[in-house]
C-alpha cells in the first residue's frame, strides 16, 4: 500500500548511525512490502555488508556511485565530481519514475559539503519529489537549507566511540 503523504527525513551529525539508521527504515518498509531504491553517493568499495544483505531483499535495490578511495576534501579527483553528478541524475530519474516509495540519497550530504554537487541541484531534487514518496538523506554536515526544508532531522552525536582509543572499523559491525 503506498504512502498517503512521503515525508523529507535528514540523519546528519558526527555521531555513528546515520546509514544504519537509513538501512533500518529500508528494511522496515520492505517488510511492508514497499520498494526502497538506496543510492550512495561517495561509495565504491564492493565490501560493504549491507549490499550482499540488499541482495538477497525483494524490495529493496541499492546503487553505489563513487571509487573504492577516500575522497579528497580540498582537491577532489574529476571522477569522484562526475560519480556524485551521476548519482544525483540517478536520484532525479528513480524518484520521477514512480516505481518506489522509499528512495534514500546515503552520504548526499557529505557530496554537497565537499562542493561535488550543488545546493541548487539538490533543493531542487527535494522539491521534485512526489507526494508518496519518502526521501532520505544522510551524511554528516547536512547544510542548514536542507534541514529547513526537512519534516524530520535527526543528529547523531559522537560522545564516545572505539576508533578514538584505536579500535579499528569491523567488517559486519561498521562495514
Do not use: C
Amino acid at each position: 500500500m503506498p504512502l498517503e503523504k512521503g515525508l523529507i527525513q535528514v540523519y546528519t551529525g558526527p555521531g555513528k548511525g546515520k546509514t544504519t539508521a537509513a538501512l533500518g527504515l529500508a528494511l522496515r518498509a520492505a517488510g511492508q512490502d514497499m520498494k526502497v531504491y538506496i543510492i550512495q553517493f561517495m561509495k565504491g568499495w564492493p565490501h560493504y555488508g549491507e549490499l550482499t544483505s540488499v541482495e538477497k531483499l525483494p524490495n529493496i535495490t541499492l546503487r553505489q556511485f563513487g571509487r573504492p578511495d577516500f575522497v579528497n576534501r580540498d582537491n577532489p579527483d574529476p571522477e569522484d565530481v562526475e560519480q556524485a553528478h551521476q548519482a544525483l541524475d540517478h536520484a532525479r530519474q528513480t524518484l520521477a519514475s514512480g516505481d518506489y516509495d522509499v528512495v534514500i540519497l546515503d552520504e548526499i550530504n557529505i557530496a554537497l559539503d565537499y562542493n561535488l554537487i550543488g545546493l541548487d541541484k539538490v533543493l531542487a531534487l527535494m522539491e521534485s519529489k512526489p507526494e508518496k514518496v519518502e526521501l532520505v538523506l544522510t551524511g554528516r554536515g547536512a547544510h542548514p537549507e536542507i534541514i529547513k526544508r526537512a519534516d524530520l532531522v535527526t543528529e547523531m552525536l559522537d560522545i564516545k566511540h572505539p576508533f578514538d582509543v584505536g579500535v579499528r572499523g569491523r567488517q559486519g559491525i561498521e562495514y
